[in-house]
């Protein structure tokens, strides 16, 4: 994780944990890229909570999140048979508008987490990456993956032993997972605006307010109802993402 649409990780994790009490527990960590069904699968083939891990880039961000131009809210997401279901009122998703080619993004992806603990405490443990294998492919993760469902490995990768990742905090992943997110709206100079300063400077009762504004001004047309599994289906997992 690292500075996306301009926001610095530190303000980026505030909000989310606002996010988090105001859901009770439930939150969505935007992506850029899908993860298909491997979350989905890898809930399915063991018997325990999936874990999701999150960890500070060590790479400086690319220039395109620090200073990302136009700015999107995501309003709704695409359920498994394809429609359209708005995200939960308290959700607050963003990314850059724009394509590193300068096209328009037609998508942006989320993953599914709740946690009963504050975000950004901090732990006490690191995770080695030449321990862990993707769990669909069963290769070694890849220089440049950001975002992936890995699986312990038996052995160590010979040669990237040293690699370590830090990890911030720990959350759950509840069904649906990942999700693919529609129904995108620019957000204004002066939304950004609001959004740095209430961060900056606000509460969990003036973040509520702000999230509520910008959720409201278009609803989208649903094509259905809230999926059951969305708020807390049991299904078992124990892929790290």
């Known amino acids: 994780m690292g500075v996306e649409s301009g926001e610095g990780l530190a303000l980026i994790i505030r909000r989310k944990e606002w996010e988090r009490q105001l859901g009770d527990g439930l939150f969505f960590w935007g992506i850029g890229q899908s993860l298909g069904e491997n979350a989905r699968d890898a809930a399915a083939s063991i018997d325990q909570e999936m ?3 999150f960890s500070p880039m060590s790479s400086k961000a690319k220039d ?3 200073t990302p131009g136009d700015v999107f809210v995501w309003n709704s997401w695409i ?5 359209t279901v708005p995200l939960p009122q308290h959700v607050l998703i ?3 508008a724009d394509l ?8 942006h992806y ?3 987490c709740k946690s009963a603990d504050c975000l950004g405490k901090g732990t006490n443990f690191e995770v080695t990456a030449a321990f862990l294998r993707n769990f669909s492919s069963d290769k070694p993760l890849g220089a440049s993956q950001v975002t992936a469902v890995v699986k312990n490995a038996e052995y ?7 690699k370590k990742y830090a990890v911030s905090f720990v959350a759950t992943m509840e069904a649906p997972y990942s ?12 939304d950004l605006q609001a959004i740095s300063e209430v961060t900056a400077a606000g509460d969990v009762a003036a973040w509520n307010r702000l999230v509520s504004r910008l959720r409201t001004r278009r609803k989208p047309e649903p094509c259905a109802l809230y999926t059951l599994d969305l708020f807390g289906a049991d299904h078992g997992s124990a892929a790290a993402v």
């Open 79 to 83: 359920d498994s048979r394809g429609n």
């Open 156 to 162: 160590a990768i010979s040669g990237n032993v040293a």
């Open 100 to 107: 590193p080619s300068g096209r328009r993004k037609s998508s």
């Open 94 to 96: 963003t990314s850059r």
């Open 179 to 190: 999700v693919q997110l529609s129904d995108p709206e620019l957000l204004m100079p002066r």
């Open 110 to 112: 989320a993953l599914v």
């Open 64 to 66: 395109i999140d620090v």
């Open 51 to 53: 874990k999701v891990l």
